[in-house]
């Protein structure tokens, strides 16, 4: 692979648009890890919905994610958390999804998470293929583990991340453009729609990945073509997710 750009695309959101309301959810987004490998774009394409595609970075590559973390402070439409929810870990793999309308969005390829109840709810109401897993998270010191293995569907998948937290850092352009996402393209009922989401950009930390076991990425039927990249970590953000509009 080619040298990376030194900056981003043209008219590139660094920030999140202006969220159309009424808010559907908010919740936080606490303790994530960020692991990322270039992909070919051509070998992803037929994976997105119609009017979505690979979204590519100016080295010709699109991106992979493993991002595990801690979801907490989930709402629905009301500004209080529901009880029952507290806080519990997902896993996502996602690729980078771009549309006719010029919103950089994320395509999830599977999601984990340690609630049951989350999995036939979205997967109805968002078409997004959440999974059911048991999960842990483990810090010691600046040390973060996250372990998962799937319950259901394919049981035991398993994904294994540790990471070494680090000082914050000034994100690259590539960096920022894997984390500056600003909804999600995902198919429900034979359509495609988008989701929008709004938070303030990812406070991020360099984070040295000294573990890593993973069934999730090829289970997703996704293979890198490139070295990893640096990890990165962030301690949270409080996200904001308006209502699904169709493309």
């Not at 270039?38 to 119609?50: Q, W």
């Not at 968002?126 to 897993?133: D, I, K, S």
């Not at 569907?153 to 352009?173: A, F, K, N, Q, Y």
Request: aromatic share 10%.
């Amino acid at each position: 692979m080619g040298s990376v750009p030194e900056s981003l695309p043209e008219g590139f959101a660094v920030t999140a648009p202006a969220l159309p309301r009424p808010v559907f959810t908010r919740q936080f987004w606490g303790d994530l890890t960020f692991v990322h490998w270039p992909v070919d774009p051509g070998a992803v394409a037929h994976m997105f919905p119609d009017g979505a595609r690979p979204d590519v970075f100016g080295d010709g590559q699109t991106y992979v994610g493993l991002v595990p973390f801690a979801m907490s402070q989930l709402s629905l439409g009301i500004p209080r958390g529901i009880p029952y929810f507290g806080r519990f870990l997902e896993t996502n793999v996602r690729l980078y999804s771009v549309d006719d309308d010029g919103r950089h969005g994320v395509l999830f390829r599977s999601l984990e998470t340690a609630r049951l109840a989350v999995v036939p709810v979205t997967r109805t109401a968002l078409g997004t293929p959440y999974t059911w897993a048991k999960m842990r998270l483990t810090r010691e010191g600046r040390r973060i583990t996250y372990d998962s293995v799937r319950r259901l569907p394919h049981r035991g998948l398993r994904c294994r991340v540790g990471v070494e937290v680090g000082p914050v850092i000034e994100p690259t352009p590539l960096e920022t453009w894997l984390t500056a996402r600003w909804g999600a393209h995902t198919r429900k009922g034979g359509r495609t729609w988008w989701v929008p989401n709004e938070h303030v950009p990812f406070p991020l930390h360099s984070a040295r990945v000294v573990e890593l076991a993973d069934d999730l990425v090829a289970a997703a039927g996704v293979e890198p073509t490139g070295e990893r990249l640096r990890g990165l970590y962030s301690p949270g953000v409080l996200a904001s997710f308006g209502r699904p509009t169709m493309l």
